[in-house]
């Protein structure tokens, strides 16, 4: 499970970033799918959206739209929900792809799912299902270096493209295309783009909760 450390600023509806800055486009259906899964959840474990948003922390009618694929979650309160609804962000966002792996082992690009990071985009990179890992896909190109992020996988990252400032519990690195890293769990971790230019980013984190049916 990914989680801002303490000194990280709260999470309120502002730190929520549409997919284009206003509301998000119904047709974009990556949002959709993430919007239909989280319903899906929250029916199962019985909550209105009324309690889902007391226990989040966001407004009731942005999880409204959220729901129905008008607004794209960020990674810090897609964490909240997916931790109410006993799951994790990377899970969620895989099982918002448009395919599973028992369906097909390959999966197309206009069936991932994403959500916005720090500025930039996350995307998942493999189909819904059971498995060790969860391969994510890191784009952007902000400088910030914004929060830090912990959690209790080991994780593994490769540029692929850019230069990436990365800190690790204050000992900051520069990576260039080609250079890699892996961190176990309980390191405080955050990146950004060293020089503003876009880059991106593999990411392959261990898989502690198994996705939920």
């Given amino acids: 499970m990914v989680a801002p ?38 029916h199962a474990h019985g909550l209105t959206l009324v309690q889902l948003a007391d226990a989040t922390g966001l407004s009731h009618s942005f999880l409204s739209q959220v729901e129905r694929g008008h607004a794209r979650l960020s990674m810090s309160s897609l964490f909240r929900v997916a931790t109410t609804l006993g799951t994790t962000q990377q899970v969620l966002l895989a099982e918002a792809t448009a395919t599973t792996a028992s369906a097909s082992p390959v999966l197309r690009r206009t069936e991932e799912a994403s959500a916005s990071a720090g500025g930039g985009t996350v995307r998942a990179l493999a189909a819904a299902g059971d498995r060790p890992f969860d391969p994510l896909e890191y784009t952007g190109t902000s400088q910030d270096l914004g929060e830090y992020w912990l959690h209790d996988e080991d994780e593994f990252a490769y540029v692929v493209e850019g230069r990436v400032l990365l800190d690790l519990d204050g000992t900051v690195d520069l990576l260039e295309p080609g250079d890699s890293v892996f961190y176990p769990s309980g390191t405080r971790h955050r990146w950004a783009s060293a020089d503003g230019g876009p880059y991106r980013l593999l990411a392959v984190k261990q898989r502690l909760v198994r996705a939920v049916d």
């Fill in 5 to 42: 450390t303490d000194d990280a600023p709260a999470v309120s509806d502002g730190a929520v970033v549409p997919a284009d800055g206003g509301a998000a486009d119904p047709l974009d259906r990556s949002v959709t799918r993430l919007g239909q899964r989280i319903r899906t959840l929250r």
